[in-house]
């Protein structure tokens, strides 16, 4: 059973950081991509940052670059998204993502809320 288990979020005020987990099982863990995406109210989910393999190529989103980083432990099949210099504007559902051209799967969320 595939299951990708995100924790992490909360209320952070701005400038405030936050690390997201993503623990995932029940699939080949390293040979998929992982990602963050997220999902604002009223608005579309977009990718925040994603993490390839086995070229590990890192890519993320113009908003987050310089504040945002992912990363990936194999050995723990954990994908980790730390959040720094957290803004408003960050406020969102973060859900974690894997695939590969043949599978597509995503966690069930972690809200993160930034706000004085």
């Known amino acids: 059973q595939v299951q990708l288990a995100e924790s992490g979020g909360g209320l952070v005020q701005p400038g405030g950081s936050l690390r997201l987990s993503c623990a995932a099982s029940?699939?080949?863990?390293?040979?998929?991509?992982m990602s963050w995406y997220r999902q604002a109210p009223g608005k579309e989910r977009e990718l925040v940052a994603a993490?390839?393999?086995?070229?590990?190529?890192?890519t993320y989103a113009d908003s987050v670059k310089g504040r945002f980083t992912i990363s990936r432990d194999n050995a723990k099949n954990t994908v980790y998204l730390q959040m720094n210099g957290l803004q408003p504007e960050d406020t969102a559902v973060y859900y974690c993502?894997?695939?590969?051209?043949?599978?597509?799967?995503w966690g069930q969320g972690t809200q993160v809320t930034v706000s004085s």
């Open positions: 993502h894997a695939n590969t051209r043949w599978t597509d799967y």
């Open positions: 029940g699939f080949a863990f390293s040979t998929h991509i």
């Open positions: 993490f390839t393999t086995p070229s590990s190529t890192i």
